[in-house]
């Protein structure tokens, strides 16, 4: 009896030290979330506040930069652990979180300088960030990027031709950047016109200078800002004839923005100047641009705690991708249900693993090599095979642009015929220059469908 009474002591001394440990450690875990909130809270002033100012020193700007990745990766780990952790009983991994508090509260201890400086910045009156509750209508994480291209259009000028490329993959943003730098007051009065370039607009470009030989006309007062989008067709050769002709047009005194999605030509020799190459959003980054359009002025802590968990399930399947996050995020943010929300992540998981199982990969990477891409999940609609994307200069009327939306696929795929060729309007621009993204498409039968041959070898391997 001595002996079953020791036991059941220790076992209750034990359990009641368990608890008090564990009562302790939420308890540290909370207060240590706090002062992360606490210091979040100062970053974003500073950073708010840095971006309504026109700051032409580079160092002042990569500090920016650092200080607005370390804000972001600490806005990801508190919601990582603060809501999550309340519902999925998460542990806070302390080691974690003290590189981040620690990288975080140093950056705004370095800013002192920083912020002397910032005071003699001059203000932007057009503000190019609007207040973070309306994020799906402004320019969202290029902050250095333009101040970059600035800095080059802005730059005392020899007697030569200047290029700076801009490259990147197809949708990460390119010309949104360019026109929100053309936009700018400091540009507009540093050139006497911009004038825009496209392989629509190559033969336009002829007739100008035919017409300025003929007439005798001399560009060589003026300065203007010439925007040339290569799109696809970045090589060398091409570029040569573009060159010529804005030479013999325009003079040799303009500045170039050169833009193209043809990553693997190497434009700095194509440029006077390295080339700007844009890359997707960070983790962090684009985690907290998705979960401020989800939830828009709402505070998710006054919503269903499981909604933030919910949001990043699906941001972990859309692969980085502007043009899901605003599509699938608006979707949310119309409905703050649970169950819609966890209608909408498993439809994204379940369309994500089919489009990898079909083709082995996701359409990002089918868009950027041009190549045709499923739409859609036959479990929830009909199949689309997008045979081809295209993408508006400008804005379209409402009776121009295509019946069926990107969303409708979510949550209105058995309205979608069954059958025949049809067009989507993947997402329409919000910002300029208020593109329509438009992708032409034929309905497929899912049994018809033929699998990669490299997932049938392994099947017949593991068989």
């Known amino acids: 009896m001595d002996i079953v009474l020791s036991v059941l002591a220790s076992e209750i001394v034990s359990r009641s030290i368990s608890s008090v440990i564990a009562k302790y450690h939420k308890q540290s875990s909370m207060d240590k979330l706090a002062r992360l909130e606490q210091v979040l809270l100062r970053a974003h002033t500073i950073v708010e506040e840095a971006e309504g100012k026109q ?42 979180f003290r590189v981040v508090f620690e990288n975080l509260e140093d950056s705004i201890n370095n800013m002192k300088e920083f912020v002397m400086f910032l005071m003699d910045c001059p203000r932007i009156f057009r ?36 290029v700076l490329p801009i490259v990147g993959p ?11 730098v053309c936009k700018e007051e400091r540009v507009r009065k540093q050139f006497s016109q911009i004038v825009h370039i496209n392989s629509n607009g190559m033969n336009q470009l002829v007739t100008d200078a035919q017409s300025s030989s003929e007439h005798g006309e001399e560009f060589s007062s003026a300065r203007p800002l010439i925007v040339v989008d290569l799109g696809h067709d970045g090589d060398d050769a091409t570029w040569r004839r573009v060159r010529s002709l804005i030479c013999h047009t325009y003079g040799d005194k303009s500045r170039v923005l050169l833009i193209s999605t043809a990553e693997g030509v190497s434009l700095s020799r194509l440029g006077t100047t390295q080339a700007l190459r844009m890359k997707k959003l960070h983790r962090d980054e684009y985690w907290y641009y998705f979960k401020t359009i989800a939830f828009g002025s709402a505070n998710p802590d006054d919503h269903h705690q499981l909604l933030p968990s919910i949001a990043k399930k699906i941001v972990t399947h859309i692969d980085g991708s502007f043009i899901a996050a605003n599509v699938i995020a608006r979707l949310l943010q119309a409905d703050l249900s649970e169950a819609f929300w966890r209608y909408v992540s498993e439809y994204v998981k379940k369309t994500t693993q089919y489009r990898h199982h079909v083709h082995g990969g996701c359409a990002q990477y089918r868009i950027r090599e041009g190549r045709p891409f499923y739409l859609g999940n036959p479990v929830y609609g009909p199949l689309l095979l997008c045979y081809q994307c295209h993408e508006t200069a400008g804005p379209l009327m409402e009776s121009e642009l295509p019946k069926i939306k990107g969303a409708d696929l979510i949550t209105r795929g058995s309205t979608i015929p069954r059958e025949g060729k049809l067009e989507v309007l993947r997402w329409q621009s919000t910002i300029p220059p208020y593109r329509s993204y438009i992708a032409s498409c034929e309905v497929q039968d899912p049994q018809l469908v033929m699998m990669p041959r490299e997932k049938h070898l392994k099947r017949k391997r593991h068989v």
């Open 127 to 162: 503000k190019p960030y609007s207040t973070y509750l309306f994020m799906e209508r402004c320019m969202f994480g290029r902050h250095a990027e333009k101040e970059h291209i600035i800095n080059f259009l802005l730059q005392t000028s020899d007697s030569s031709l200047s």
């Open 55 to 96: 700051i032409s020193n580079q160092g002042m700007i990569l500090q920016l930069r650092q200080l607005r990745k370390n804000m972001y990766r600490g806005y990801y780990v508190l919601d990582t652990y603060k809501r999550h952790g309340a519902a999925v009983r998460q542990p806070l991994n302390f080691n974690k």
């Open 170 to 180: 197809p949708e990460i943003g390119k010309r949104t950047l360019v026109e929100h």
